[in-house]
C-alpha cells in the first residue's frame, strides 16, 4: 500500500530536522532526513539567528524528500518561540534577525510597566515575565530603531517568516502568538487595546490562524528547486506547543518536562490561571492545540550543559560526561539555574564560579565539579518546580514524562527521579516534530482527535521507566 507521508520540520536552538512521518499498522512511524545545526551569531555587536542560512537549510531538507522520493502530503514547521521579524511592504526583513538572548531587553520591562502594571499585563495574558518575550523586544526596538516598526507592514514569528519564504504566504498562528505577550488569554485573541496602550501599529498583527490551518502550496520557484509540491500547513508552530501534543499519555495524571536547550516544566489546562497567585510563581498560559493552555515554568535547561561542554578541552561522549559528573558528586554548591547569568554569558564555565562566589558557595573548579553542580541545581529545581505546580493546583501528580533531546540523559533523569520522588517516563526524543506531524495528520484525518493521535504515539514509541 502506498504510504502518506507527512515531514515536520523541527528547529530547535541548537538544532534542526526534517523528520518524515506515516502511519503503518496502527502505529506512528518516524524517520530522521536531514539535520543541520543552529547557533547564534554575533552581528553589529548583537546575538542574532542567521535566517537565511536556515532558510536554505530548509530547502536541503526538502530536496531530500525527492532524492528519497518520498514526496510529503504537508510541511509543517516549528521552532523556538517569542523571536520574530518585521517585514517592510515589499517582503524584505527590516534590520538584523536578533535572538531572544541578546541584551537589548535590559530595562524594556521598566518602559513596559509605565504604560501598564506588571500584575495587569500578566491578569490579562497569563505569560509569565521573561525579559526576552517579544512585547520587550518589542519595546526595545521601538526605542532603538523606530524606524523599522514605522516602516514595518508584517510582523511574523519564525516559522511564519520560513513559511512566507516558502510559499509568499503571511500568517500568524496562534500557539506562537502566545510567547509574544500580546495575546488576550480569555479571547484568545491579539489584545488590540493592550497593542494601541503599548504605542505599537496595530496593521503589523495579521489575522491568528489555529494549528491545521493552511498555509498554502510551496511558491511555484521553490517546486522548481526541491522538485515537488507539497501543502505547508500550519502545525502548533511553538516548538513546546508541538512538543506537549506528543506527550504520550492522555489522563491529566502527569507532568511533563519539554526537555532540550529548554526545560519546560508544567501541565495542561482547559482553563488559563491569571491570578495573582500564579503570577507570583512566574508560570505560564502558553496557548496550545484546541484552545488547551500550557500552565509551565521555563527552566534554563541544557542550555547551560551545551554551553559547559563547548568550552570543555574534549568533545566527551555523553557516557563520559555522566562518569565525569559521577565523580564530581560530593561538589555542594546549588546554582539558581534561571538566574539571570546564565541567559548569555561570554563564559558558562566563568558563570558558574562566579555565581558560587556571590552566593557564597564553594567554586568549581573541574570538569568533574562543573557537571555535578549544573546537574544537581538542574534536577533540584525540577524538584521545586513540582512542588510549586503541587501547591498551586492542589493536586497531586504522580508521574513525570519527559520529552525531547533531553530525555536521554541517563543521569539527569535519575536525578529527577531521586528529587522528586515521582515516576519518570522518558520519551519520545523527538516529541516536538511528533507533535507537528500530529496536527497534519488530524488535518488529513489520519486520526480522529488528540486522544486518538496520543494513545496512537503511546503505542508507537519505546516510552522507557527511568529507575531512581
Ligand atoms: P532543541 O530543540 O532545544 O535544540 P533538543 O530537543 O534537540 O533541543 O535537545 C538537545 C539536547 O538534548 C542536547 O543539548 C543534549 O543535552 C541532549 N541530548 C541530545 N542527544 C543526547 C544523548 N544521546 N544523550 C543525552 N543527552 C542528549
Ligand atoms: C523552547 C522555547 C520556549 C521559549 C524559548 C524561547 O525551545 O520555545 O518555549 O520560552 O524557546
Not at 513546546?240 to 492522555?250: D, E, K, M
Not at 546554582?335 to 558558562?348: G, H, Q, Y
Amino acid at each position: 500500500m502506498k504510504r502518506t507521508y507527512y515531514l515536520a520540520v523541527d528547529i530547535g536552538a541548537s538544532s534542526g530536522r526534517h523528520i518524515l512521518g506515516w502511519i503503518e499498522n496502527g502505529k506512528v512511524r518516524i524517520e530522521e532526513i536531514y539535520r543541520f545545526e543552529n547557533r547564534l551569531e554575533e552581528k553589529d555587536g548583537h546575538l542574532c539567528w542567521d535566517l537565511d542560512r536556515l532558510f536554505q537549510e530548509v530547502l536541503k531538507g526538502l530536496e531530500r524528500c525527492k532524492e528519497l522520493d518520498r514526496i510529503p502530503l504537508s510541511i509543517g514547521i516549528d521552532t523556538w518561540g517569542v523571536d520574530f521579524v518585521l517585514l517592510d511592504g515589499a517582503g524584505h526583513v527590516l534590520g538584523n534577525s536578533i535572538a531572544y538572548r541578546d541584551g537589548r531587553t535590559q530595562g524594556m520591562d521598566t518602559e513596559v510597566y509605565k504604560v501598564i502594571s506588571e500584575e495587569e499585563l500578566y491578569h490579562r495574558n497569563g505569560i509569565q515575565k521573561q525579559l526576552f518575550n517579544s512585547v520587550y523586544q518589542l519595546a526595545a526596538l521601538q526605542r532603538q530603531n523606530p524606524e523599522f516598526l514605522n516602516q514595518a507592514q508584517s510582523f511574523l514569528m519564525i516559522p511564519e517568516y520560513l513559511n512566507f519564504r516558502l510559499t509568499g504566504e503571511k500568517k500568524n498562528e496562534y500557539t506562537n502568538a502566545t510567547t509574544t505577550q500580546l495575546v488576550n488569554a480569555q479571547t484568545q485573541d491579539w489584545d488590540e487595546e493592550l497593542i494601541g496602550r503599548l504605542g505599537l501599529p496595530r496593521r503589523i498583527f495579521g489575522k491568528l490562524h489555529m494549528p491545521k490551518a493552511s498555509v498554502g502550496d510551496l511558491a511555484p520557484e521553490i517546486q522548481k528547486r526541491v522538485g515537488f509540491n507539497a501543502e505547508v500547513v500550519l502545525p502548533a508552530t511553538h516548538d513546546t506547543g508541538s512538543a506537549v501534543l506528543a506527550v504520550p499519555a492522555n489522563d491529566d495524571h502527569f507532568i511533563y518536562l519539554s526537555s532540550g536547550t529548554w526545560s519546560l516544566m508544567g501541565i495542561e489546562r482547559l482553563i488559563p490561571d491569571c491570578t495573582e497567585e500564579s503570577r507570583q510563581h512566574n508560570f505560564t498560559n502558553e496557548g496550545g492545540y484546541h484552545y488547551r493552555y500550557r500552565y509551565l515554568k521555563n527552566i534554563m535547561g541544557l542550555w547551560i550543559m551545551q554551553s559547559l561542554r563547548k568550552e570543555f578541552k574534549h568533545a566527551y561522549s555523553f557516557d563520559e560526561l555522566y562518569t565525569l559528573a559521577e565523580i564530581g558528586s560530593y561538589f555542594p554548591s546549588v546554582l539558581d539555574v534561571n538566574d539571570a547569568a546564565f541567559l548569555a554569558p561570554k563564559s558558562m564555565i566563568r558563570a558558574v564560579q562566579e555565581y558560587c562566589e556571590r552566593t557564597g558557595q564553594e567554586k568549581p573548579e573541574t570538569e568533574c565539579e562543573l557537571l555535578y553542580c549544573v546537574y544537581n541545581s538542574l534536577a533540584k529545581c525540577y524538584a521545586a518546580t513540582v512542588a510549586e505546580i503541587e501547591g498551586v493546583t492542589g493536586k497531586e501528580y504522580p508521574r513525570i514524562h519527559v520529552v525531547g533531546g533531553g530525555c536521554q540523559d541517563h543521569f539527569l533523569n535519575k536525578l529527577t527521579a531521586e528529587y522528586t520522588g515521582k515516576e519518570v517516563y522518558a520519551g519520545p526524543v523527538e516529541a516536538t516534530a511528533l507533535g507537528n506531524l500530529v496536527a497534519q495528520m488530524l488535518k488529513s484525518q489520519a486520526f480522529a482527535d488528540l486522544v486518538e493521535a496520543r494513545e496512537t504515539i503511546a503505542r508507537s514509541f519505546n516510552v522507557k521507566k527511568v529507575e531512581g
